[in-house]
């Protein structure tokens, strides 16, 4: 029982880490130009394919997570440039549909590279052997995948908050998200910011696609948008365009989606004679072996009581009045 509860809670620990990676970027978008960015889960996918093709030719770990990091910036950066700059200011609803667009134009465009690749739309993962197997903690076995990602994620997303809170750009992204026309009125570089947060966002996102893809074992086009979905929700429950309430949201959303799994058909793993069986029979039924299945559904009604009682999140405060 207890072997079972450490594996359960280092799941959480993994998958809130890479819920954290997605929601970060999202909120610091979110926070200095309002655009809910569902392109994000798509600037993931492309850096899994770019580190599946950077390991398919044969280019050590290392230089292949560069080329990765490197080659999703720049997606990134040009994201901004061609189809967020243009429209910046304009109305938010052309901003949100405009991400949509891009999300597409991404999507088809590596289903395009995978057919002109003579690769089929769905295309085993490579996963390194440093994420391959599991590691042994006495009668706890736990994926490696999961362990690296906890450990990375909180190393990376500790690097972001230093970033923001003690280096010029960090703290002029935060003035941007304070008051974008007034940060642009006391001399702030607003279009480097923004291209700076976009670099940032797009970073994250291919570190996180390295680790969902590893963990899936099989990538294709479509793969971003349950994670961008996940994040989604982690920023809302955390409070949207809050950083530090994006990481709390995307742990809290980690250990919400464990929760079902681990309660269910708890009655099954509890040793002999540990409670009577009319307390056996009653677990079973509150708890049965498929609540697992239902664990996204039990996130959404979370949501929901979350909308209605805190609409502002967790760490969520008073939302910024923009300029008309």
């Known amino acids: 029982m207890d072997v079972y509860l450490i594996q359960q809670i280092v799941n959480a620990l993994s998958a809130g880490s890479l819920y954290a990676l997605m929601a970060v970027g999202l909120a610091l978008i979110f926070g200095i130009l309002r655009l809910i960015n569902f392109a994000h889960g798509d600037?993931?996918?492309?850096?899994?394919?770019?580190?599946?093709?950077?390991?398919?030719?044969?280019?050590?770990?290392?230089v292949a997570i560069v080329t990765m990091i490197a080659g999703t910036v720049l997606i990134g950066l040009a994201m901004e440039r061609i189809a967020y700059r243009p429209i910046r200011g304009g109305p938010e609803v052309a901003m949100l549909l405009t991400s949509f667009a891009v999300g597409q134009i991404l999507q088809n465009g590596t289903l395009l590279v995978t057919r002109l690749a003579s690769q089929p739309v769905q295309i085993a993962f490579p996963t390194p052997d440093v994420l391959s197997g599991v590691v042994a903690i006495g009668a706890v076995t736990i994926p490696r995948v999961n362990v690296i990602g906890f450990g990375s994620g909180v190393i990376i997303l500790a690097g972001v908050m230093l970033f923001l809170t003690r280096t010029r750009t960090g703290l002029s992204m935060h003035a941007a998200a304070d008051d974008l026309p007034a940060a642009q009125l006391v001399g702030i570089r607003v279009n480097w910011v923004v291209a700076a947060a976009f670099a940032l966002s797009a970073a994250l996102a291919s570190v996180a696609g390295l680790l969902y893809a590893s963990q899936a074992g099989q990538i294709n086009p479509f793969l971003g948008f349950s994670p961008v979905l996940k994040a989604f929700i982690a920023a809302v429950i955390g409070g949207f365009g809050s950083i530090s309430g994006a990481v709390v949201g995307a742990y809290a959303l980690g250990f919400l989606e464990v929760i079902p799994t681990a309660l269910g058909g708890i009655a099954d793993i509890l040793p002999p004679g540990a409670v009577s069986p009319e307390i056996h029979d009653l677990l079973a039924t509150v708890f049965p072996s498929a609540l697992g299945s239902y664990r996204d559904a039990i996130v959404f009604v979370f949501l929901i009581l979350m909308l209605l009682f805190r609409p502002n999140g967790i760490l969520g405060g008073r939302a910024r009045e923009d300029t008309p």
Do not use: H, R, T
């Not at 600037?43 to 290392?62: C, D, R």
């Open 43 to 62: 600037v993931m996918m492309v850096a899994a394919y770019i580190a599946a093709f950077s390991l398919f030719a044969g280019l050590p770990l290392p």
